[in-house]
Antibody
Framework: QVQLQESGPGLVKPSETLSLTCAVS?????????WGWIRQPPGKGLEWIGS???????HYNPSLKSRVTISKDTTKNQFSLKLSSVTAADTAVYYC????????????WGRGTLVTVSS | QTVVTQEPSFSVSPGGTVTLTCGLS?????????PSWYQQTPGQAPRALIY???TRSSGVPDRFSGSILGKKAALTITGAQAADECDYYC??????????FGGGTKLTVL
């Protein structure tokens, strides 16, 4: 059973960069699949942020592309999210998840971590 | 910008059948969008129910089924139970590595 666990600061100041890491257990991220981030503002729906493939290729939501960077560290079996120039609208629960490349669905999810943007 | 549409809310009686839909702001949903469906209870991460239009994820009861109905993807729940009362999201694959979530449907069982 693949396990994912998000970590990072729960509070970020406006205009700064939000940084989160997702540690993966029981599966090597370099073996395949897409590894990505999804967020959910309080009381609202889910939004796909972007994904990184095992080989390193990335895909980003066009609406966030200018501010997002997803990277991976295969030695630690983890991948990361950086979202720059944050505002209060970026306050959300951030989930990391695995997405298959055959059927393009998110089969394993982390439990999520709340990030609040506030001064 | 592609918008994926879902009913904001739906209500079903216990034991009843309900069909939630997932459409596109312009165009029709087909199997080429690899529709998937997720169930989310309050405070929990989403859980995959259906992928590739009509394939149930491991452990999902056969009360849940997926299909294409007309121009939309559909999730049908038969024999609705109180535990089914939560939010449901669909996801469509747009190609070029891009996924998009629908706005979600809040299902009430009463």
């Amino acid at each position: 059973q693949v396990q994912l666990q998000e970590s990072g600061p729960g509070l970020v100041k406006p205009s700064e960069t939000l940084s989160l890491t997702c540690a993966v257990s029981d599966y090597s991220i370099s073996s395949g699949y897409y590894w990505g981030w999804i967020r959910q503002p309080p009381g609202k729906g889910l939004e796909w942020i972007g994904s990184i493939y095992a080989s390193g290729g990335t895909h980003y939501n066009p609406s966030l592309k200018s501010r997002v960077t997803i990277s991976k560290d295969t030695t630690k079996n983890q991948f990361s999210l950086k979202l720059s120039s944050v505002t209060a609208a970026d306050t959300a629960v951030y989930y990391c998840a695995r997405r298959g490349g055959s059927y393009w669905y998110f089969d394993f999810w982390g439990r999520g971590t709340l990030v609040t943007v506030s001064s | 910008q592609t918008v994926v549409t879902q009913e904001p809310s739906f209500s079903v009686s216990p034991g009843g059948t309900v069909t939630l839909t997932c459409g596109l702001s312009s165009g029709s949903v087909s199997t080429l969008y690899y529709p998937s469906w997720y169930q989310q209870t309050p405070g929990q991460a989403p859980r995959a129910l259906i992928y590739n239009t009509d394939t149930r994820s491991s452990g999902v009861p056969d009360r849940f089924s997926g299909s294409i109905l007309g121009k939309k993807a559909a999730l049908t729940i038969t024999g609705a139970q109180a535990a089914d009362e939560c939010d449901y999201y669909c996801v469509l694959y747009l190609g070029s590595g891009l996924s998009v979530f629908g706005g979600g449907t809040k299902l009430t069982v009463l």
